[in-house]
DNA sequence: CTTGGAAAGTCAACAAGACTGACATATAAT
DNA sequence: ATTATATGTCAGTCTTGTTGACTTTCCAAG
């Protein structure tokens, strides 16, 4: 409740509850705003964000285990499972059994898991460039800075590990 | 990062694929950053993410009818209901019904509603708080300017409609 | 070499929370 | 009186999360 904090010399307006609260919602609709599009694509077949998530991530990082994508995605790997299984059966995804350790499955996309997936970061990538346009090259250097402080670091930590050792 | 601005007038190195990419990926893990303290918080209840949304913006627009809740939460009414009906069972949300239109149900926060949803938009307020502290008001202008644009301004009409209605 | 633990992945069953569709009730508007 | 609106409810489905139990594989200690 310390709104006028700003006598200090600094001007910390933008850290009132207000501003906070206007922040959060914009979290939300920005976010809601930001899946529709892919979303609206899987509704019209069997899939949903899930899915789309986990072609993502398997389109950035070719060859990655289960084991790993469970680490980023942040989910149980039961749940991972019954996404990958589908994706698997449906010719979107390989999964090979790795040559070093044969408990490991890395995973591909298949021709057609390529096509899928561009469609729906095209959509996603097609929102995200106007809003990117509309706010300009300032805005956006703002707009990373503060999604990566309210990122939960702890979570990325795999994120991180899993691309240095494997590029 | 910026290494050629302005060759054609403009710096457009901010809307290649990749750092559209890089953005896409930081909305994903920021927004689980975003959620993550109040879903620790309601893990421990009996409730979810969507009751908390409910009770955001009933506390933000104390009054607000159950059609209105619907068009800003973008759910269906059967959805709406079901976490409705439990926050007024356990005391947290007041529905009366309208003085000019009976049909109406005008929806409030109870004491205890109050105190639950303060408990929860602190949690998320302090996450927001360090983030905007660490990246600085420069960055917090831009990330607001991009969000705004990313909404779907559909979707947020009845929102706006709403307000300025009720104010 | 064997054996026992740990790791990677799979299968089954269940719950939350979204959806659709149909229907009920009360009230307002025409 | 009829029609439209606001809300609430029931039943059924889907996605996506959960836990628990299981198999296969690897590795290391005896």
Redesign the pocket.
């Known amino acids: 409740m310390e709104e006028s904090s700003s006598r200090s010399g600094e001007n910390l307006l933008f850290l009132t509850d207000e501003q906070l609260r206007k922040g959060i919602e914009a979290m939300f609709f920005a976010y809601r705003g930001f899946t529709a599009d892919p979303?609206r694509i899987?509704?019209t077949?069997?899939?949903?964000?899930?899915?789309?998530?986990a072609m993502h991530f398997i389109s950035h990082t070719p060859g990655t285990?289960?084991?790993?994508?469970?680490s980023i995605?942040?989910?149980?790997?039961?749940?991972?499972?019954?996404?990958?299984?589908?994706l698997?059966e449906d010719g979107l995804v390989e999964?090979k059994?790795?040559a070093?350790?044969?408990?490991?499955?890395?995973?591909f996309l298949t021709p057609e898991g390529v096509s899928l997936e561009q469609r729906l970061s095209d959509a996603q990538r097609k929102r995200m460039r106007a809003a990117y346009r509309k706010a300009g090259p300032e805005a956006v250097a703002g707009f990373r800075t503060v999604l990566e402080s309210m990122m939960d670091t702890n979570l990325l930590q795999h994120y991180h590990d899993e691309r240095s050792v494997r590029q």
């Open positions: 979303d899987l509704a077949m069997a899939y949903g964000r899930a899915h789309h998530r285990t289960v084991n790993n994508l469970l995605l942040g989910v149980t790997k039961q749940s991972l499972n019954r996404v990958l299984r589908t698997i999964s059994v790795g070093r350790d044969r408990r490991e499955r890395h995973l």
